[in-house]
């Protein structure tokens, strides 16, 4: 058994998996600079996270698209280096030996599409003798999921399983399956994956380590820096209002006002949480084709100073969504391949740094949860 | 002897002053909520501050307007409540008895002027039994103050001052008759005041403590909010370009390009020690005179991500630049005059949440600031 | 009879209402200067229109709140300067005289409404020799009324109305009114009004002007300036994001989803209109009651140039509702007063200028309706 | 002879004349449309404008780089798509052979070096048999021109020329060669070029047709769409501020403080040519190089609304120089081949709607300026 690192996507061939692959393999060839990494700045570098070169890749998708091609068209649009592709050939065409079909919403026969996830995990585990793969959810987001009494323990999951029942949306057979097999998750998305009761308790049960959900990427990121300055100052936000403009695959899901509700949901409740107190304001999500890759988000906030003065903050996040989350990801397989190589199981709450809608605290300010993931890798790099 | 506080403003008739009075006045009439006060914050009131209802006015100006003509000003340009001036007349009125005439740059026999300046601490402090009195520079901006051997020991100083040169900017001056009369100094403004060697040492010898300087009130706030952002998330900022556009007195004297220089020295200094590299960009204050009290920041921050990808983050600030300073004020006096009951002099480095250009320390990241406050706070809670 | 005009406010006791009247008599009085007053542009002047010293108001509301509280109030909210509505109190009490209760969405007999409000306006005229009043709708803005076949002709409407049914929204009882007792209407919102085929039919029989509809006062003024420049270039605008922040009474009105639907599609025809294509991009109207009388809106725009490269423009506008549609109103009142006189009848496409949605116009590009104002104002002036 | 007509860029190896000679190429060839393409409008198409197809392009540099890595560069760049430059491999190459040395500020005899330039200009026209050649300025823009006797008429001018002085900068040498040989000449630049009137004198003399200065591409494109709406609504603008962040050559050049001056004067005159009073407001002009081609312009307008409400405007215009410049560069060149076509010589004053400083008006204007520029296309369509 080697030291690699094997990296599951769950949606392999979508632009953030793509670019995660095409990114790791660039800046181990010496052909990138490693920007936007996380795991290398010193105070995390301590952590002893396993680097990029022992990283391996494969994964689900429900497309079939080359991964060759995909890179192609992000170079198009401008997220890629125009010659990346063209020099990763051989690499990316190894990579896409390694995916395999992923399961769709409506397929019937759950437990079995679970063990037969959990059997692509293992064959991948073995086939290159990795000493562990982390499985990462970086579909397209899912709509809410219905409450459901399966979802509230083990025993009721798999009861309903047992019975044929089909109690669980794809995200969340992906993270039982990961479980199953041993494999870590990150839940880059704000679909349910392993965040049921039932899950959580599986993972406990086989001492795998999780984190999640809904990548912190642009407007959230910038909010969650800045909603503890008002906090700090103990100026009051009378509103605070946002529009989301979005192209690419993720602007075309959210566009449907059944999925964008769990991303509305996960985006609002940083805010409370901060400043202590709900503020109103409008929070849009749009579908705005021609962006392509990038999003633009703009922020209005309204807020009372000394003698209750109005004053007003606004900010214009124009960013390239997949350039944002991928480099978050690979620093999130790392982390957790080292939390899990440290024996550790469960939620990882101190990578909160990384989500919009943290697991297992309420911290939502940024600089606290850089604190939190400093003394994480602290603590990891002295086991 | 009361267990009262001075507060002696240099600058007692400018905007900040002004509005620091009125709404002290109106917060403890009840007639408007602490709303900015950070003192008050249940971190921050461990420290065991005096309240607002413990403070006395007074101050020195060199122009003669009534404060109740100034407070009616404010109301009209939409600083002060229009209702607030009319309310308070009694109060602004007796406060208008304790101002006396201030020094100007030109005057000739700094020693005798220093000396009239502490004879006008004593009087006021024994003339209200107060416990002490904090002196705040909140007058206009200096021009940046050439480098003189008379600044770099106290006793070439007073060699020099003896001798009948004339050293000292104003604000220097204040903050020489403050540390002799055993008084605690706020640097709000970017003016040299406390800050020459001579003059540190001097409050080191009377154990008198000071703080400062230039009130962080606006765009380097949001800016130093931000940086870390970038920082943390291992982004490269290739520029970070910036505009303020001011209205009022402080437009007016940082028209001036003499006087602007301090200013943008000042903001420029935090940017480089958080992002940890030099960042082009301009930096421009511009005085606008039809915005009145209010000011307008517009910031462009141009970063590259993941593989290089270009991308932008743009916010404008438009706050009340006496509402934002004048809570800060009144914090500051409080937090430092309880660091003085404690019996700690020199320099307080906590306190450089309220600062762009913080003395001893180079910690300009407002999070890490935050923590160090609410350290302080925690230890003056314990003496 | 006088040489005197009447205006008659729908929603009189209203802020658009309130602030257009405290403004004409403080600008006839020497109170105010007559900043966004268009109709005394030089190239408007010479159309000969009344004064604003020859106005006398009068008006329907439903709620009955004294219109010099309504004044102190939009003054606490800085809409106008707080010394007038103490120096206007006995012409706002005269003109609080005038107003009469206004009628309801659910009143049963339309017709006995209808005569109503008709002889409101003739005992108006009777009262104050007035040569002509001019009725200007600036309520709240109504639900899109649902087709009916008795909104096709005249004859239909009026079988309609002595059935007994109920067949038009208030907007368009008012418009019926006011051209049964020959008087022109102003549509300042976008409620039907007089834009049914019948009510045209019944202006046409009076030879009654109107005009209308929906005040362009705030992001549609900036989008028909704009959207021209990029048709002149030949650029492709590739999609056009906006959202509208409201507070105030419009605000609330509009945040209920049946009523923003008319405001909605009245904002988006124009930009059609002008590029020639349809373009996309979400719209939003928000309410966000802490902004009061104040509007902020956000525009997007991403359009393509030369060779295909992506470029983006984008605009914010902070204004006062009220104070941008009430010199509006006071210009349309004189203007179609003025046609009024010379004899002419129906809608008045030259006044698009003015509106969101112009009658018997498609022209939205603000330029272009500038000139044919000043080409409206010439002929007025030749009469 | 044919009909073709020659394009003679001085600074031919810069960004706007690669990107114009790019573009050309490539809409003539089908590989890109003719986004950005004013001449080819309905309205101005009936002008009967030569077509890309016929235009020849050479010209002159200082610098000898190949136009084919220059392409490159700015596909690097985002600017020009990025397989372009290898499709038209051949046609660039081609172009590259008939490019000259370029004049240098401090070259000695002004006489010689007019006479070389229109030399090369005359000999390019009878190698290709053209019918015409125009000159169009796109080098880097160059400092103000100190007054001198020499420029005011063109006796003086051949006076000083002849007497071996150099009363000339570069612009102005080419603009006199261009005269003499006959050739139409556009100014894109600020630099003097024809607008000296010795210059003038020539042009007239010759019955040549010239036009300019300052291409209008960004911030003052859309300042003079917006000014008119202030004028049109008598909103009173208080000030406008406005911030111009640069990178790429035009920065370099423009960060030099002698060079930015002429820039802004030009910038300037519009504003208060349109709305009939001085605006007061400071205007920054900067070099970010780390923008590349890029330029963001950010501009602030506060202004007065009915009863002196006071309201803010702000926008970004984020757009790609050599994208936005060099198809107004090519309608150039068509418009004026096709004016000279008819035999009309003198400044153009009806091509305003191309530049900021527009010469023999003082229209301003953009929707006004349109106006003009179709009623000339239809002018020329009359012949």
């Keep these: 058994m080697s030291d690699d690192i094997g990296v599951w996507f769950v949606g392999a061939r979508g632009s953030v998996a793509t670019t995660a692959v095409v990114g790791a393999l660039a800046i181990r060839s010496g052909l990138a600079e490693p920007i936007g990494c996380v795991a290398d700045l010193p105070e995390l570098a301590v952590a002893g996270a396993p680097g990029l070169d022992r990283l391996v890749f494969g994964g689900h998708d429900v497309v079939e698209v080359p991964l060759a091609k995909r890179a192609d068209l992000l170079a198009a649009d401008g997220v890629l280096p125009p010659y990346l592709p063209a020099a990763l050939a051989t690499e990316l065409a190894a990579t896409d030996a390694e995916l395999r079909p992923g399961v769709r919403a409506g397929d019937p026969d759950q437990r079995a599409q679970i063990d037969r996830i959990a059997a692509d995990l293992s064959a991948f585990r073995e086939r290159h003798g990795l ?84 990548g912190k990427t642009g407007e959230t990121l910038i909010k969650t820096a800045l909603a503890p300055v008002f906090a700090s100052r103990a100026l009051r936000v009378l509103s605070w209002s946002g529009v989301n403009l979005l192209g690419g695959g993720d602007g075309a899901t959210l ?39 990038w999003k633009t988000a703009w922020d209005h906030v309204h807020f009372a100073g000394f003698l209750g003065t109005r ?15 991928a480099p978050l990801v690979l620093d999130l397989v790392r982390l957790l391949a080292r939390v899990h190589e440290t024996g550790r199981g469960g939620p990882v709450a101190e990578l909160a740094f990384f989500f919009k809608d943290p697991v297992a605290t309420d911290e939502h300010r940024l600089a606290t949860q850089v604190d939190m993931l400093v003394a994480l890798a602290a603590s990891l790099g002295a086991v």
Tied chains: 1, 2, 3, 4.
């Design 131 to 214: 000493a562990r793969v982390v499985v990462v959810d970086v579909s397209s987001t899912e709509p809410p999921v219905p409450p459901d009494p399966a979802h509230e323990s083990l025993a009721a999951l798999d009861a309903a399983l047992d019975a044929g029942l089909a109690p669980l949306p794809p995200s969340s057979r992906y993270a039982y399956a990961a479980f199953q097999a041993g494999c870590p998750f990150v839940a880059f998305t704000p679909s349910a994956g392993p965040r049921l009761p039932a899950l959580a308790e599986l993972a406990q049960n086989h001492a795998v380590p999780w984190c999640g959900s809904d």
């Design 255 to 293: 566009g449907d006002p059944t999925h964008v509700q769990s991303k509305i949901d996960s985006k609002a409740r940083g805010l409370e949480a901060i400043l202590g107190h709900r503020v109103d304001g409008p929070l849009h999500i749009d579908n705005v084709p021609d962006l392509g890759e």
């Design 311 to 325: 004053m007003t903050m606004q900010f214009t996040w124009a960013g390239c969504d997949s350039a944002l989350a």
